[in-house]
């Protein structure tokens, strides 16, 4: 199961944006952890409005994101967007889609 | 043991069938004299939008109607009904959904817009039969009809924030949490515990969309469609003739024009339509030349259904002279036992509703008796699930 990568400078904090382009029946969930034998921990939870939340993240650690969208007849989009200094990390412009009867989006960001 | 006052809708609600029982009383000396004029009004004044109203005006729809889902398939439709010497073909039949061709793609944000709910419930129709007495000529109807208010829709505008919240709230109850109530990460290698979430948020979708439609199945809505129809002499494009054109609208709103979950209220329904035709005396139609319209209330529960309905007409001869005319019915309809529904009313709706069943005359009114419910193609019983009189 692959996951995409994005490379993080561990001592700047990691802006971490969740923006739906589909702004309605859909939710998200992210969770983070320090590195791959650390248990992943909670952050935050929300709705279809886009939101950014900042932390500072190791390289060898990763995010989790969880995506769920409730309307088989429409498709629906989301973006994950991890910045540093207010730029985009290499890798870290994630495209979430949810095409006919998807529902939920489980994947992860591994920083390096 | 003292009950409460009744609610002022369910005083509207309970009073309805009983004014509709009592003037099928004081009245029903006159169903009789009622009949020659209303055979043809009921017939004339339905409650439904046309399914495609380019036919509306030059006859019936064939079964088959071609939908292009993009622009070269409507190129390809279009083409196909124009022969190589230029002539529009007989039997064309197309309906092309413009919201599919512009925005095929729209989310559900963008459809719960005005703009892209109107978008998505608009269609056009293109249809050509050929024209009576005349093999070579082509009767070719245009429509357009459109859902301009549907409230009914569980998807639409009316039922965003309702939906987004009850299916957010599904949401928190379908992914796993600890004995804290903290948000624990899916397992993304275990499939079962996927399968699971997925199931669940299909669940709380579910259970949304039929807890709106239970409650709202009466709600308000509003319907609009036109057509206009030529005749091409000879199947030609340059040799055009104007035959008729008309423009029709239904309405719906809750029996005591607010939803709700339960009670009377909750079992009722008004619907509106009116109708203006204009026929050109070159087309031989039997359709009225003028307005036409009505009005009809509901109200349907797993033992009694009531409708009442008045439809009126007020059309133009050829001559110029300007006619009315004006007709109703009523019906009461219970469930006297198992497997046994006794109706009675007055009026030609009436009168074909019960056309198969067994009838008896007491008192000077006919009861009908039938195994089944006889009213139900015109009083809607939430009971046997959501129906949505507006169609898209």
């Given at each position: 199961m692959a996951s995409a990568?994005?490379?993080?400078?561990?001592?700047?904090?990691?802006?971490?944006?969740?923006?739906?382009?589909?702004?309605?029946?859909?939710?998200?969930?992210?969770?983070?952890?320090?590195?791959?034998?650390?248990?992943?921990?909670?952050?935050?939870?929300?709705?279809s409005d886009t939101t950014t939340t900042s932390m500072p993240l190791p390289p060898g650690g990763a995010i989790q994101y969880e995506f769920i969208f409730f309307k088989e007849d429409h498709p629906f989009a989301a973006v994950l967007i991890l910045k540093q200094n207010g730029v985009t990390l290499d890798g870290g412009m994630v495209a979430v889609t949810a095409p006919g009867d998807a529902l939920l989006v489980v994947d992860q960001v591994e920083l390096v | 043991m003292k009950h409460a006052p009744w609610s002022r809708p369910a005083r509207v609600a309970v009073l309805f069938p009983a004014a509709i029982a009592a003037t099928s009383l004081a009245l029903s000396t006159n169903a009789g004299a009622q009949q020659g004029d209303t055979v043809a009004l009921t017939k004339v004044v339905q409650f439904s939008i046309p399914s495609a109203p380019a036919f509306e005006l030059i006859g019936e729809a064939p079964d088959k109607i071609t939908r292009p889902t993009s622009a070269r398939a409507l190129a390809a439709g279009l083409l196909s009904g124009i022969t190589a010497a230029g002539k529009l073909q007989q039997g064309v039949a197309l309906e092309v959904a413009?919201?599919?061709?512009?925005?095929?793609?729209m989310d559900l944000d963008e459809f719960q817009t005005t703009t892209g709910f109107l978008l998505a419930n608009v269609s056009l129709s293109l249809g050509s039969v050929r024209a009576s007495g005349d093999t070579s000529d082509t009767d070719v109807g245009f429509g357009i009809k459109s859902v301009l208010l549907d409230h009914t829709d569980p998807d639409g505008p009316a039922s965003r924030d309702a939906g987004r919240s009850a299916i957010m709230g599904a949401m928190l109850d379908c992914l796993p949490v600890d004995a804290n109530g903290t948000p624990v990460a899916i397992d993304r290698a275990n499939a079962a515990q996927i399968k699971a979430i997925k199931a669940c948020v299909s669940r709380g979708d579910s259970t949304f969309r039929t807890s709106w439609q239970r409650t709202h199945w009466n709600d308000?809505?509003?319907?609009?469609?036109?057509?206009?129809?030529?005749?091409?002499?000879?199947?030609?494009?340059?040799?055009?003739?104007?035959?008729?054109?008309?423009?029709?609208?239904?309405?719906?709103a809750p029996l005591c024009f607010r939803s709700v979950s339960d009670g009377l209220c909750q079992h009722g329904q008004w619907l509106?339509?009116?109708?203006?035709?204009?026929?050109?005396?070159?087309?031989?139609?039997?359709r009225p030349n003028g307005v036409t319209g009505g009005v009809r209330a509901t109200l349907g529960t797993a033992k009694v259904s009531v409708f009442g309905e008045d439809l009126f007409e007020r059309v133009r001869a050829v001559s110029g002279s300007a006619t009315s005319r004006n007709a109703w019915s009523a019906g009461l309809e219970f469930l006297a036992g198992e497997g046994m529904w006794i109706s009675t009313g007055i009026g030609s709706r009436y009168d074909d509703l019960t056309r198969s069943s067994r009838a008896v005359v007491l008192a000077g009114l006919r009861f009908n008796v039938s195994q089944k419910q006889t009213f139900g193609s015109v009083v809607p019983v939430p009971r046997f699930g959501p129906q949505v009189p507006m169609p898209r």
């Open positions: 990568h994005a490379k993080v400078n561990g001592s700047l904090p990691l802006e971490i944006t969740v923006d739906f382009q589909s702004k309605h029946h859909a939710g998200f969930r992210l969770f983070t952890r320090d590195s791959a034998a650390s248990p992943w921990k909670f952050l935050k939870q929300g709705d | 413009p919201g599919q061709l512009l925005r095929p793609h308000y809505a509003l319907s609009l469609s036109a057509s206009n129809a030529v005749r091409l002499r000879g199947s030609r494009f340059d040799r055009t003739s104007e035959l008729a054109a008309g423009v029709w609208a239904l309405a719906a509106a339509k009116v109708g203006y035709e204009h026929h050109d005396s070159l087309g031989a139609s039997s």
